[in-house]
């Protein structure tokens, strides 16, 4: 069945320094649409980013991503990572018009 | 940022007892989505709806869930027994006429 795949379970790392988080994802749909969800502590998840299209990069908050299909990975990235951005980062394949397929999240640790 | 309403925020329930939250889906957004998120920060699809009518859901757990989307009145989530394993964080989310996923604050139930 669909599944993602989010590799890294904790990220720490220091105000300023770049951070990526890994999403790969296994979908028998060929058109799959892809998004990133950011939860603060005692929060919901809030939609960051999300994508169908493939090879384009999709921005929003510092934060960007692109849709490879040929490699089925939508990966995270920031050049510089703020205190604010210590959060759960849930990486979600929208499943052929139904339920998200969340993985399994990973937690970002940023210190000054 | 999100305009779904979800009450309660809290919900405290001895065993056995039923626990009903209630959710408001965005303006213009004519499908719902139930999640139950748990300790482990693991997602579970429980329930969608399209305009009152179920999409798609799960085998409701011992049949203990229900849950429905009235026309003009808040989509509703019910527990009829309320067992431990079932506090957790449940999140409505509504979505647009398209593919992305809103989600509300949650209502956290703890099952004493």
């Known amino acids: 069945g669909d599944s993602v795949t989010q590799t890294e379970g904790l990220v720490t790392l220091t105000e300023g320094l770049p951070v990526m988080l890994n999403c790969t994802y296994q979908?028998?749909?060929?058109?799959?649409?892809l998004f990133w969800y950011v939860q603060h502590l005692n929060e919901s998840p809030r939609l960051l980013l999300k994508s169908f299209t493939d090879n384009k990069r999709t921005e929003h908050q510092g934060f960007h991503a692109t849709l490879h299909k040929s490699s089925s990975s939508f990966h995270l990235q920031k050049s510089s990572a703020q205190l604010s951005d210590s959060a759960l980062y849930y990486c979600?394949?929208?499943?052929?018009?139904?339920?998200?397929?969340f993985g399994t999240g990973t937690t970002v640790s940023v210190s000054p | 940022n999100s305009k779904v309403i979800q009450t309660p925020r809290y919900l405290v329930k001895g065993q056995g007892q039923k626990a009903k939250m209630r959710c408001i889906p965005e303006?213009?957004?004519?499908?719902v989505f139930w999640y139950q998120q748990n300790k482990n920060n693991e997602f579970k699809f429980l329930i969608n709806?399209?305009?009152?009518?179920?999409?798609?859901q799960i085998d409701m757990t011992e049949k203990r869930f229900s849950a429905e989307c009235p026309s003009n009145s808040p989509c509703s989530l019910e527990i009829q027994s309320s067992e431990a394993g079932d506090s957790a964080l449940y999140l409505c989310?509504?979505?647009?006429?398209?593919?992305?996923?809103?989600f509300g604050p949650g209502t956290r139930l703890t099952v004493l």
């Open positions: 303006k213009g957004h004519p499908v």
């Open positions: 979908t028998i749909y060929s058109n799959p649409f």
């Open positions: 709806f399209q305009n009152q009518e179920v999409l798609q």
């Open positions: 979600a394949l929208y499943q052929g018009g139904r339920a998200l397929i």
């Open positions: 989310a509504s979505s647009p006429p398209g593919y992305e996923q809103y």
